[in-house]
């Protein structure tokens, strides 16, 4: 009696295993991938977050600077005044203890922040604590580098003089007389992350009712 030919089944184990093996090292790539992705996510979060902390800082630094109290052997009160704004140079190109101080440009003009040069070698900025004796732990200053979850540098500020043309009551204006003029004070702050490329800007303004004491009202 002769048996019937069965169909060669040599070699469909070997397959099936390849198989396995093809999806199950594709599915540990994009596991890989997937893991990769988050790891830069949280990366650029925690950098963009040292930045913000840092520009917050500078806010406050300006802050004393303009307003006070300010103890430091640097100080500049006096240059800040809602009548007089003189100190305050076009381009924000003063030194000494007028850098960073930016006069109130032509009407529909590009406001100055958003031309300033905020790099350390142009001096047209302030780094933080230049006037108020205050320090910051950046990255720069600890090791000439990256330090850590330090900032990369130190933040910078600048300040413009801004011609207010109402008074804090919705009903209440100001005479449009030059002799009259009063000013607010704009500040621009940035803050660097870990990587100098990641960076925040963050403004506010300032009001200065009367002159610091010891200055001309």
């Known amino acids: ?86 100190a305050f140079m076009a381009g924000c190109g003063g030194e000494g203890e007028r850098q960073g101080l930016c006069a109130p440009g032509e009407a529909g003009s590009e406001p100055a922040w958003m031309t300033a040069d905020f790099s350390a070698d142009a001096g047209k900025s302030v780094a933080y604590g230049t006037f108020t004796g205050q320090h910051y732990l950046s990255g720069d200053a600890a090791r000439g580098s990256r330090a850590g979850a330090l900032s990369a540098r130190a933040p910078r500020y600048i300040v413009e003089a801004l ?36 960076r925040v800007v963050l403004q506010t303004s300032l009001y200065k009712p009367a002159a610091s004491a010891g200055c001309p009202s």
């Open 1 to 86: 009696m002769r048996r019937a030919d069965r169909s060669p089944q040599r070699g469909f184990s070997l397959i099936v295993v390849l198989l396995m093996l093809v999806v199950v090292s594709v599915l540990g790539i994009g596991a890989a991938q997937v893991s990769l992705v988050n790891e830069r996510s949280a990366r650029n979060d925690r950098d963009t977050e040292v930045a913000f902390q840092a520009a917050e800082a500078a806010l406050v630094d300006a802050e004393s600077d303009v307003l006070g109290p300010n103890g430091s052997t640097r100080q500049r009160l006096c240059l800040f005044s809602s009548a007089d704004v003189t």
């Open 163 to 198: 011609r207010h043309r109402g008074g804090w009551q919705a009903d209440q204006l100001q005479s449009a007389s030059a002799s009259d003029a009063r000013y607010i004070f704009r500040v621009t702050a940035i803050g660097y992350g870990m990587r100098e490329e990641t």
